[in-house]
């Protein structure tokens, strides 16, 4: 089993639409957890981080369920940009950071 | 301020044909990480490095991969010999080690194609 798991998708939503992303981990020694929106053919990026008392940016929230070991990302009103993959990250143990196979969001016209 | 640098962007060589890919942290970060991304099975971590130090290589694949920091400027990732599913895109990050931010700075990729 893969320590971090995410649904590939794609998601096709509209502009304007509200979609939810979660993300399951196995390693319950976990310490932090984070997002990560990367474009095609570029570099992963920091989204957010996620906390456990749930965190907001705009458009975007983040939320860690530690009793079930999942955590979400949920944007609001899509938008064209928002299109990329994102991946949901987990800081295990020593220093690694390991990552989800990414979920795909297409937001169409 | 300068990002992480890597080089080659993209390299295409023949099956058993050796490897090179570098890496330039942002000065000042203590840890840096080698990743591989592939579609298959999406962005896997080689190694990482603390103040130059080999602390976990546990996700280098076989012997044929091998990775070393000889100072807190420079790090190289070789594969020899390099083989068909070695391709993939390899990613350097660096972080400060600092708080545990989680926040690694990415550089834009290395895209090697064995053929």
């Known amino acids: 089993r893969k320590e971090v798991e995410q649904d590939p998708g794609p998601f096709n939503v509209p502009e304007g639409a509200t979609v939810a992303f979660n993300c399951t981990y196995s390693?319950?020694?976990?310490?932090?957890f984070f997002w990560y929106r990367q474009d095609c053919r570029k570099e992963p990026k920091l989204l957010m981080s996620?906390?456990?008392s749930g965190n907001e940016d705009g458009r975007f929230t983040a939320q860690l369920n530690r009793a079930s070991q999942y955590i979400s990302l949920l944007i609001r009103d899509s938008k064209l940009s928002d299109s990329a993959t994102y991946l949901c990250?987990?800081?295990?143990?020593?220093?690694?950071?390991?990552f989800g196979a990414g979920t795909i969001l297409r937001v169409k016209s | 301020d300068a990002g992480v640098i890597q080089s080659p962007r993209h390299e295409v060589t023949e099956m058993g044909q050796e490897v090179t890919l570098r890496c330039k942290p942002i000065?000042?970060?203590?840890?840096l990480f080698w990743y591989r991304q592939t579609m298959m099975r999406g962005l896997e971590l080689l190694i990482y490095?603390?103040?130059?130090?080999?602390?976990?290589d546990s996700g280098m694949p076989e012997d044929r991969f091998s990775a070393k920091m000889p100072n807190a400027s420079f790090s190289t990732l070789k594969i020899q010999p390099s083989e068909p599913r070695d391709s993939a895109v390899y990613f350097c990050?660096?972080?400060?080690?600092?708080?545990?931010?989680?926040?690694?700075?990415f550089g834009e990729g290395s895209r090697l194609t064995v053929l």
């Open positions: 990250s987990a800081h295990g143990y020593g220093n690694k950071l390991v």
């Open positions: 390693n319950s020694a976990s310490q932090s």
């Open positions: 996620v906390y456990s």
């Open positions: 000065s000042g970060h203590d840890y």
């Open positions: 490095f603390n103040n130059n130090v080999p602390i976990d």
């Open positions: 990050a660096s972080r400060p080690g600092t708080l545990n931010t989680g926040e690694l700075f």
